[in-house]
């Protein structure tokens, strides 16, 4: 007997949405900047109300929002457009939890100009941009800075509870390519006792500085400029937080900076990476596993390794154990390596 998939006839359905893509990046960057999503919170509700508040023609935004619908970002009864609880809690610019601005960075020439040519990057096996990701100073970071620090809040709060920072201990901590600087101030804000290292670029040190200010938590706040694997980080830190860094660089690279790590770690310290870690198939959940080729694209060597190669990582960097912690909601997870 024939199974479902082996009767369904084939059809180019997937070719055709895969290669037009790219238009759902395009609609959802327009949507943000004409501000779609704050006008339908606002009570603008149909095509020709929307026109009116964000100064463009009925046609153009029906057609941007009868699409933005199909995609999963609106819903739609009638000629009325209403958001989805997910757009009201992201796309808001007035929710608290609003991460529009991350757009600036994820759909930038910089990013997607690395894919012009992934073919190349296949045969080389790493990226073939002029200038990756990984180089000194790159002026990508200063965008990744300025733009991603609202999408990061809610794992840097719920990496702040796993750690049990509203106990008040005193810290050290270590915040390698702190970059806007979220994840140590959440943990000197929810701890008043915490002290804060951040290590990362000279220029993208500037606006962690600004973030640390403006969260009041300036004065237990300092930087060591630079690259992680070149400056010298101290010792006795209590938490040492690598988010989002290791998936850059390949094994051997990872393993030489958590030996750094590691040195740096108080006796009982912890080393707490925040990565997209796929299961041990390599293609399962969808966001973790297609972002190696993120990574195939912007880096020489990075990709998302499963934990089963972080393990191995942190093994051989001297952890005495490391363990794989969900996050949810976040589409991430952490590693927490223990000295």
Not at 203 to 221: F, P, T
């Amino acid at each position: 007997m024939a199974t479902p998939t082996e009767s369904r006839q084939p059809t180019p359905e997937l070719f055709f949405q895969t290669l037009s893509a790219y238009q759902r990046t395009a609609a959802l960057k327009a949507a943000i900047e004409l501000e779609i999503f704050t006008r339908i919170a606002e009570g603008a509700e149909t095509a020709a109300a929307l026109a009116q508040k964000c100064s463009a023609a009925e046609r153009g935004v029906r057609i941007l929002c009868d699409f933005l619908v199909v995609i999963g970002f609106l819903t739609k009864t009638g000629n009325r457009y209403g958001l989805t609880p997910d757009s009201a809690a992201f796309l808001d610019r007035k929710s608290p939890k609003y991460i529009g601005s991350a757009a600036k960075f994820m759909a930038s020439p910089a990013l997607q100009d690395n894919f012009k040519d992934l073919a190349a990057a296949v045969r080389k096996g790493g990226s073939v941009a002029g200038q990756t990701a990984l180089e000194a100073q790159h002026p990508m970071w200063i965008e990744f800075a300025r733009s991603m620090a609202p999408l990061m809040e809610m794992p840097a709060q719920l990496i702040a509870t796993m750690l049990d920072a509203d106990s008040g201990k005193k810290w050290k901590v270590l915040d390698i390519a702190a970059g806007h600087g979220v994840f140590g101030i959440t943990l000197a804000k929810r701890n008043p006792n915490a002290g804060i290292v951040a290590v990362d670029w000279p220029n993208v040190l500037e606006v962690a500085k600004e973030n640390a200010q403006a969260a009041g938590v300036a004065n237990r706040y300092r930087t060591l400029p630079g690259s992680a694997f070149d400056v010298e980080f101290g010792t006795g830190y209590d938490v040492v937080l690598l988010t989002n860094i290791l998936h850059h660089f390949d094994m051997p690279s990872n393993e030489t900076l958590l030996r750094k790590v590691h040195a740096a770690l108080a006796p009982e310290g912890r080393a707490v990476a925040l990565e997209f870690i796929p299961n041990e198939d390599r293609v399962s959940p969808p966001i973790a596993a297609t972002f190696s080729l993120t990574m195939l694209g912007n880096t020489p060597g990075g990709e998302a390794y499963p934990f089963s190669d972080y393990q191995r990582m942190f093994g051989n960097a001297g952890f005495s154990r490391s363990e794989l912690r969900p996050l949810p909601p976040s589409f991430e997870q952490i590693v927490i390596g223990y000295k």
